[in-house]
């Protein structure tokens, strides 16, 4: 018995002793060569590779410093670099018969950088196209080929992900800590795959699914069949929408993205926090639910969405049209229709629009319609198209006292520190240089109607020329005198200030013309008031007659 123990013993040692001597026995740097020559076959592009170390424990060799040569039409700059590529081999073909048979590859912290050209082209699209061109019809028996190389196993562990345009002075977008797995991978099959990894500016993205055959002709036409995830993305610093927007916020993502190599389609929901859409808006505080269907002509570089629901708590809208990729930047042909969405629900979402609403002030209730052209890049859109509101209150504002001025001449209105407004409506236009509002018709029932028109400049300065026909009691005769120099009924008065602090000031040239009008005509059948004296019109309106 000790003796076969003896044995044994010695067997083991001696094995071990192979196992140490083999790799010293077997010059592997000898494959380099044919490592190098395989795998620039495969990819189509010059590979390069550092020293070469075998390891019989895990049947594999280890190469150094990889280096991958990008498209020549992208520049000189390397496609990818990487700390090791570790190559996992059948060890009994390479150990008898020094052949050499790969079972898995597992790129160790890789950097892929990815370029897009204006014209759509990817600099991996010619991956594997310039050697499968130069294949035989029919390969030699026992050749391996791009179209028929594969692998059990191919990793990618703790790479950077680089993705830019080509010829622009943007900045790329990084993703780090990329992790890939694939499973049987071939040139020629469909074969599964699953990526991590964590998004410009925070947040992390999965993505699984199948992808094959490649396509030899343009590796970024290749189909696949995905699901995606991702949580807490920065829309800003993500790449897919230009800073210059002003859009921003955090948005989490469930959805598919499947491709057949010539369109594409995305379905799913995205949940949007702390968003705002526009360079001066603030983020708002509550949670945007988006479910999209959006189709994508990836020859054409655009696409239509067909599905956009935007819900806001009750309140849901309903977003469509077409976008165009132009250049750097993404050109918008959409309409937004939003029918009869709360007031209460949307008043938390104005501030992160760049509405800004009087100070102290607060929109309550009520009942609000746009059907809204929004066209032009991006960082550029005019925003274009009637806009309701109805039965809502403005509460904290006090209309009756900001037109103090004008109800001055005749008697203050009755104060109240809410305004209720039974309609307001208007045709907005909403670009960079500034907001313009047309047609303007509010009727506040404390107060009366007020109609016309103004702008709104980038910085918020208003300049309005308004109409007010105030309420009777309010104002007296001044509203008929003063709208005689008018084709509408009306006092005349402009809008100044800023959106948070408005200030109401009559136009006094407005209000003394039709008031010269009234005096000199008579027209207001009242000649016992003014007596054709300009200066006993305005007393009288006054409620003092002079003598």
Do not use: C
């Not at 010695?10 to 000898?30: G, K, R, T, Y």
């Amino acid at each position: 018995m000790k003796r076969i123990l003896k044995i044994g013993a010695i067997a083991l040692v001696i094995l071990f002793v192979i196992l140490i001597a083999l790799p010293l026995l077997i010059n592997v740097n000898s494959f380099r060569p044919k490592i190098e020559s395989e795998l620039t076959s495969a990819v189509g592009r010059q590979v390069t590779v550092g020293n070469l170390s075998l390891s019989i424990l895990s049947s594999s060799v280890v190469a150094d410093n990889i280096a991958i040569a990008d498209d020549p039409a992208f520049g000189k700059p390397l496609f990818i670099t990487a700390k090791s590529l570790k190559v996992g081999v059948e060890l009994m073909p390479l150990i008898f018969s020094k052949q050499l048979n790969v079972t898995e590859l597992t790129l160790e912290q890789p950097e892929i950088t990815l370029l897009k050209a204006a014209n759509g082209k990817w600099n991996f699209s010619s991956i594997g196209a310039a050697a499968a061109k130069a294949l035989p019809a029919e390969p030699k028996s026992g050749a391996t080929s791009p179209t028929n190389f594969s692998a059990a196993k191919l990793d990618v562990n703790n790479g950077k992900l680089i993705v830019g345009k080509a010829n622009s002075s943007a900045k790329p977008q990084v993703y780090d800590k990329v992790n890939i797995e694939v499973e049987n991978f071939s040139f020629i099959s469909q074969f599964p795959f699953k990526l991590t990894a964590q998004l410009p500016g925070g947040g992390d993205a999965k993505i699984s699914g199948k992808a094959g055959p490649i396509n030899a002709g343009n590796a970024a036409k290749t189909p696949f069949e995905t699901a995606v995830k991702v949580n807490n993305m920065n829309i800003g610093a993500s790449g897919f929408i230009d800073p210059a927007s002003g859009i921003a916020g955090l948005a989490n993502l469930d959805g598919t993205l499947n491709s057949n190599g010539s369109h594409a389609k995305a379905v799913g929901k995205l949940t949007g926090t702390k968003l705002k859409f526009s360079p001066k808006g603030t983020p708002a505080p509550i949670t945007v639910v988006v479910k999209h269907t959006v189709d994508v002509d990836l020859d054409k570089q655009s696409g239509t969405l067909t599905e956009g629901d935007i819900s806001i708590g009750k309140a849901v809208a309903h977003l469509t049209g077409t976008f165009q990729t132009q250049g750097d930047t993404q050109v918008l042909n959409m309409k937004l229709d939003a029918r009869d969405m709360s007031g209460d629900e949307l008043e938390p979402m104005l501030p992160s629009l760049g509405i800004v609403l009087p100070s102290g002030s607060q929109l309550k209730g009520g009942t609000l319609s746009a059907e809204l052209g929004i066209v032009g890049p991006v960082a550029k859109l005019v925003i274009t198209g009637p806009v309701r509101l109805t039965n809502s209150k403005l509460a904290g504002f006090d209309l009756g006292s900001k037109l103090g001025a004008l109800s001055a001449f005749a008697g203050k209105a009755a104060s109240n520190p809410d305004t209720s407004i039974q309609n307001a409506s208007l045709n907005a236009r909403v670009a960079p240089e500034g907001t313009k509002a047309d047609n303007i018709n509010l009727t506040v029932p404390a107060v009366g109607v007020i109609t016309g028109a103004g702008t709104v400049s980038p910085a918020g300065a208003l300049n309005f020329k308004m109409l007010a026909d105030l309420k009777g009691g309010v104002a007296g005769g001044l509203t008929q005198v003063a709208s005689l120099g008018s084709s509408k009924g009306g006092i005349p008065f402009a809008i100044e200030g800023t959106t948070s602090n408005p200030h109401f000031i009559p136009d006094m040239k407005g209000v003394a013309g039709g008031i010269a009008q009234g005096a000199l005509g008579d027209v207001m059948g009242a000649k016992d008031v003014t007596k054709g004296n300009p200066a006993n019109a305005i007393s009288g309106l006054l409620g003092k007659k002079q003598k």
